[in-house]
Structure formats: structure tokens, C-alpha cells
């Protein structure tokens, strides 16, 4: 199942992906007799999010044909982020090898270098992110993004996929010159409002052949600054799942964003792109606070 949030009638609200239509949850239980919980994140936090992929799954030539009378054209559809307040977000720095040269730095080997980031940082698809006044060398970085769907804690590696709900693409901005001055700056360097692109779409498990073939690419102007692959990262989703895990309870909804190939130093009028392979590709355009 593929499955966005939409802006319907000034209301942000889930809805399935089909094609070229989208169908929202709300359509669905009024068409079908449904009782589905209509927010994404509620979906989650409900325990519904499985039911309503295994209904879509026993419906999909019912629901493909509904799409003539309650589909959304893609052409006419905004999308938001897939939902405005998870838990907890948590970021991987440095989960490729080529990305810490990038900054001069050592891969961790033993460990994740996580870090979290407020839901004040999110925004949508199309929607700009915004260099600080305070940063004279802002980066953005595209990522794959984990997405927790059921209470989660002491996991192993191999039993990780089972609290996985799904992925999406994800654009985390980092103030990198407020993160030189000294390390221990990474939290308010990754704060600032409009840092946290989240993903246009949610893929479940079950629609992605192999996780680890995946694509990640960096991409500014259309054109790929860094590109590599999640069977390149040092530390797997899984791996990440199952850690964390033993460190806090993951609840349903948060995010857990896993590392990028590579950054790319941003500025005002750009157009920044996260694309990975089978993925909707997630575009925001760039402006610089210190111009307006």
C-alpha cells in the first residue's frame, strides 16, 4: 500500500495512492462502509493502518473502480506531509562512510551517531525551506526514512520489520557552519524551522522487493550531488530499529530518518530533490531568510 496525506477542504487527511488517483480514507468509508480512522498518524496509533492495507489488498478491483467516482486526479491533489507531530524524530549522522569524508570526520563503527530533531522542522512537499539568518553555509541532505507502526522496544534485528510500518523520503537541512564552530552545536543546527522535508508518500514493507537495493540520491537542480545505496549504510533500518529500540520505547508514527549518501551546501532559488528507487520523488524549492 502507498498512502499520503492530502489537503481536502482545508483539512489534512490520509488517503490511498492508485495510479494516477488518490482516494481518501474518508471516501472510502462513506463509499464502502468503512470505519477507518481518517488521520495517518491516528491510523498508526490505532492499530488500523494494517487492517486498512489488508482491506485495500481483499479490494483492489473494487477499489481501483471506485476511483472513477471518488478518486482525486494526482494533477489536482496537494499533498502535506504525511502528518505534522510524530513522538520522537530521530536522525543517523554519518551512516555512509563517503558522507563523513565529506566532513572530514570517521564513520562511527560501533554505534549509530543519532541525534533528534522537534516536529517544528516539518514541512510538505513544495513547500520552502528556509536558510537561517544565522547560517552562511546551510546543507541538505536526502534520506530514507523509517516509519515505526507499533509500540517498540528491546527488539532484535530480526524481528525489527515486524514494528516497521512502512518508508518515505525525507530532506533534512543542516546549518553546517553553526555545527563546525563545535559539536555539540548539532542539535540547534538541526532545529531551525523548515529543516525536516517529510516524505509525500508512506510505502509499506511489502511493496519494496529488497530494502537494501534502494536508492538514495542527493539531488540539487536536477542535477545528483551523491547517490549510493542502503546496503552501503554501516548500520542497516533494521539494525537502527533494533537499537533505538533499547535505548527508549518507539511509538507508533515515529520516525526514525536514516542517514544521506551525501549533503549538498544550499542557497537561495535552489531546488532541492530527495529520490530513491520506486519512491515518489520529494522537491523543495530553497529561499535564504537573510534575502527577504
Known amino acids: 500500500m502507498r498512502i499520503a496525506t492530502v489537503k481536502l477542504a482545508g483539512e489534512e487527511t490520509a488517503a490511498i ?37 489488508a482491506w485495500c489488498n481483499a479490494n483492489t478491483n473494487s477499489l481501483v473502480e471506485s476511483c472513477a467516482t471518488i478518486g482525486l486526479s494526482r494533477e489536482d491533489v496537494i499533498l502535506a506531509p ?25 564513520a562511527p563503527r560501533s554505534d549509530p551517531a543519532s541525534f533528534m530533531k522537534p516536529d517544528t522542522t516539518i514541512i510538505g512537499i513544495g513547500e520552502p525551506i528556509c536558510i537561517p539568518v544565522q547560517s552562511q553555509r546551510t546543507t541538505a541532505e536526502a534520506e530514507l526514512a523509517v516509519i515505526i507502526g507499533k509500540r517498540c ?6 524481528t525489527a520489520e515486524d514494528f516497521i510500518a512502512g518508508y518515505t523520503t525525507v530532506i533534512d537541512v543542516t546549518a553546517e ?5 563545535n559539536p555539540r552545536y ?63 520505547t518507539l511509538l507508533p508514527g515515529d520516525v526514525i530518518s536514516t542517514g544521506t549518501p551525501g549533503a549538498a551546501a544550499i542557497k537561495g532559488g535552489d531546488r532541492v530533490s530527495c529520490l530513491i528507487t520506486g519512491f515518489e520523488p520529494l522537491h523543495n524549492p530553497v529561499i535564504d531568510l537573510k534575502n527577504t
Open 17 to 53: 495512492a492508485i495510479g494516477e488517483h488518490f482516494v481518501s480514507v474518508g471516501h472510502i468509508n462513506a463509499h464502502f462502509g468503512t470505519a477507518f480512522r481518517t488521520n495517518l498518524l491516528e491510523l498508526m496509533k490505532y492499530g488500523q493502518l494494517e487492517q486498512l492495507n
Open 82 to 106: 504525511l502528518y505534522r507531530h510524530p513522538g520522537k524524530i530521530w536522525g543517523i549522522g554519518l551512516n555512509y562512510q563517503e558522507h563523513a569524508a565529506d566532513l572530514g570526520e570517521q
Open 153 to 158: 522496544k528491546n527488539v532484535s534485528q530480526d
Open 177 to 181: 557552519d553553526i555545527l563546525r564552530q
Open 186 to 248: 548539532l542539535t540547534r543546527a538541526k532545529s531551525f524551522d523548515t529543516f525536516f522535508s517529510f516524505g509525500s508518500i508512506l510505502v509499506t514493507p511489502e511493496e519494496i522487493d529488497s530494502t537494501s537495493e534502494l536508492e538514495v540520491s542527493t539531488v540539487i537542480n536536477e542535477v545528483v550531488h551523491r547517490k549510493n545505496t542502503v546496503s552501503n549504510m554501516t548500520f542497516s533500518p533494521r539494525h537502527l530499529v533494533s537499537f533505538h529500540s533499547h535505548v527508549m
